[in-house]
Each structure stands twice: as structure tokens, then as C-alpha cells.
């Protein structure tokens, strides 16, 4: 019930306002379990694929956003909670990627549709990222789920790092046709089928969004970029200081 009330509440809207087009609707079953593997773009991208379907999407979210103390974060709590998201805790360790993984199960076993970023993060510059085997091909392969590959496209544009005010534009969706990885049945623990899994699903989201594909994780790209940012500040500091030394 609560679900239902925020898709009115928040799907609603975003549907009217930035009038998402969708291709590939008819490849999400009308029931049973599927997994969502999608691209990330942007936060909006949790809000914006269930709002145009007519089936709900669990997808899991940092833990942090269930466990913020106070009122703000009480209602943030409730928020999230509301269009779908399951707390997992993504602080590290083999114990929080387990508790991902079965809570992808879970949502699966009951018939329902889950959803998740196989990047597990977002994009920092717009491409895509080498997919992490331990969630999406775990989860797959112990369900026994087919995989529906999605593209978000130009969510990142409606709201860019430091912008308050979203832009009003039409981002998109594309659905492809579901992968059936039933010929791995019982190799969920092969570290080299997670490997072929994750990246046969990846391809198909590059051929889906068009994106430059990097074969490296987006957490380490994003370590690089800040990296090369603190050297630029820093040499841009030491510049200064010597220019001020010389005059």
C-alpha cells in the first residue's frame, strides 16, 4: 500500500513534469521474478524506471539512508522505504555483500521484480563501468531469475553534481530482451562464470545506452579523478606560494 501511494505521489509527478520515453516495455513480464540490471547515471534513476512500470521494483540502497538520526532522517527513512528500497550495509566485507545477495533473493523468491546496479555506483563521468560479479551474477545464478538489461539515458543531465534545480528534459529507458543464464545453473560460486555472466549483461546495457565502455570499476575511476583533482589543487597551490615568495 505504501509503494502504491508513493508511485502516485512520486512517479506521478515525474512522469508529467520530464515525460520519460520508454522502449522495451513488452520484455518485462507481466508477473513473476526478473532481475533489472540497469546503468547509473544518476540517483533519479531508482525513481524514474519504476515509475514507468506497472510492476513493483526492490532495489537495495546504501544503509545510511535508513539510519540517519532525527526527523529528516526518520522521513528519509520512510521515503525509501516507500518506493522500494531495501537497506544493505556497503561499508565493505564479505558480511555486507551477502546481505545484499539475499536480499536480492528474497525479493525473487516472492515473484517480484528486483533491481540493481551491476556498476555498483554511479557513473562519475557519464560511461560505462566493468560490472562487479558478486552481486548481479550471484543473485542470478542462486535465483535462477532471467536478467532484463536496461539503459538509462541522460537522467545524468537533469541534475549534474553541484546544480540545486533540476533541468526540464526528457530523459529515456530502454528495456532489452531477458538473458537466461540457466546453462550455469549451480556454478554461482565459479569465480570465472560470475566473470562471463557480469560481462555478457554489461555488453548488453553498452549496446542498450550507447555509452564508451571503461574496463575498469567505477570506484577506482572515481578514485582517479579525485586523485588527479587534489594534485591539480595542490601543484595550483604551490604556484601561488612560489609566485608569492618571488614578488
Known amino acids: 500500500m505504501l509503494y502504491g501511494a508513493m508511485k502516485v505521489a512520486v512517479g ?3 512522469k508529467v513534469a520530464f515525460r520519460p520515453w520508454v522502449e522495451g516495455l513488452e520484455n518485462v513480464p507481466a508477473e513473476g521474478p526478473a532481475i533489472l540490471a540497469s546503468n547509473h547515471l544518476s ?13 513493483k521494483v526492490t532495489f537495495i540502497a546504501k544503509a545510511e539512508y535508513f539510519t540517519t538520526p532525527g526527523i529528516k532522517g526518520r522521513m528519509t527513512a520512510a521515503f ?8 544493505v550495509d556497503r561499508s565493505g566485507g564479505r558480511g555486507a555483500g ?11 523468491e516472492r515473484g517480484e521484480l528486483f533491481g540493481i546496479y551491476p556498476e555498483g555506483t554511479r557513473s562519475p ?3 560505462l563501468y566493468r560490472g ?5 551474477a550471484r543473485v542470478a545464478l ?3 531469475a532471467p536478467v532484463i538489461p536496461v539503459a538509462m539515458i541522460d537522467t545524468e543531465k537533469i541534475q549534474p553534481p553541484g546544480k540545486v534545480m533540476p533541468k526540464l528534459m526528457r530523459p529515456g529507458i530502454r528495456i532489452g530482451e531477458p538473458l537466461d543464464f540457466s546453462r550455469y545453473s549451480g556454478m554461482e560460486h565459479d569465480r570465472f562464470v560470475l566473470r562471463a555472466v ?23 575511476a572515481k578514485r582517479q579523478i579525485a586523485e588527479a583533482a587534489k594534485a591539480e589543487k595542490d601543484a595550483e597551490k604551490a604556484a601561488r606560494a612560489k609566485a608569492k615568495s618571488e614578488s
Open 132 to 136: 562487479k560479479p558478486g552481486g548481479l
Open 43 to 55: 540517483f533519479s534513476d531508482s525513481f524514474f524506471l519504476p515509475a514507468v512500470l506497472d510492476r
Open 80 to 87: 525509501f522505504r516507500g518506493v522500494g528500497q531495501l537497506p
Open 142 to 144: 542462486a535465483s535462477g
Open 98 to 108: 551477502e546481505a545484499a545477495i539475499k536480499s536480492g533473493i528474497e525479493v525473487l
Open 125 to 127: 563521468d557519464g560511461r
Open 198 to 220: 557480469t560481462d555478457e549483461v554489461m555488453y548488453e546495457i553498452m549496446k542498450l545506452s550507447g555509452q564508451e565502455y571503461v574496463d575498469i570499476y567505477a570506484t577506482a
Open 12 to 14: 506521478g509527478p515525474l
